[in-house]
T-cell receptor
């Protein structure tokens, strides 16, 4: 089955810096890769996702890149702000409706002002 | 407002007791999921359901049970067989043909 590894587990940056979180996956059949942001005591919120027919996707300060050959994908946050502080999870799944997501263990991002 | 609701926000379980966590969605989604989250861990799948009256075990189903009698509802029962139930429980749903899952606010279960 699928296995997702996420690094680093914690990341501290200064406000305005960029942050990069990386994930690798094991199942070459996986072709949907979402990223979630989870604030303390709340459920995860989808912030961006990418499908395997695309190499990069951007949404304002957030971007995701995918390397299918190497089986890794990354989240890039530019111009970080204190409100970006949260736990970020990557996930992967084969492109089948109703298939559960396999999650990485999360990255705690701290942005200090 | 459309969305996923979970109740209660906090739940306390006594030794040997079964407790049920509620999950309701008004997004008209066919698929629903239950995940367990432990500190420093990712989300692990307990059960999922792709359609009413059908559900499948996830990676950590032992000690849990579910039902799917209505499209909108997917309750999770934590049975006395689950020896380490303290965790944050998250319900999610997705639309037919779509992989994107949307999560509820979660229920924190604590053992007295």
């Amino acid at each position: 089955g699928e296995n997702v590894e996420q690094h680093p587990s914690t990341l501290s940056v200064q406000e305005g810096d960029s942050a990069v979180i990386k994930c690798t996956y094991s199942d070459s059949a996986s072709n949907y890769f979402p990223w979630y942001k989870q604030e303390l005591g709340k459920g995860p919120q989808l912030i961006i996702d990418i499908r395997s027919n695309v190499g990069e996707k951007k949404d304002q300060r957030i971007a995701v890149t995918l390397n299918k050959t190497a089986k890794h994908f990354s989240l890039h946050i530019t111009e970080t702000q204190p409100e970006d502080s949260a736990v970020y999870f990557c996930a992967a799944t084969p492109n089948q409706a109703g298939t559960a997501l396999i999650f990485g263990k999360g990255t705690t991002l701290s942005v200090s002002s | 407002d459309g969305g996923i609701t979970q109740s209660p926000k906090y739940l306390f379980r006594k030794e040997g007791q079964n407790v049920t966590l509620s999950c309701e969605q008004n997004l008209n989604h066919d698929a629903m999921y239950w995940y367990r989250q432990d500190p420093g861990q990712g989300l692990r799948l307990i059960y999922y359901s792709q359609i009413v009256n059908d559900f499948q075990k996830g990676d950590i189903a032992e000690g849990y049970s579910v039902s799917r009698e209505k499209k909108e509802s997917f309750p999770l029962t934590v049975t006395s067989a689950q020896k380490n139930p303290t965790a944050f429980y998250l319900c999610a749903s997705s639309s037919t043909g779509q992989e994107t899952q949307y999560f509820g606010p979660g229920t924190r279960l604590l053992v007295l």
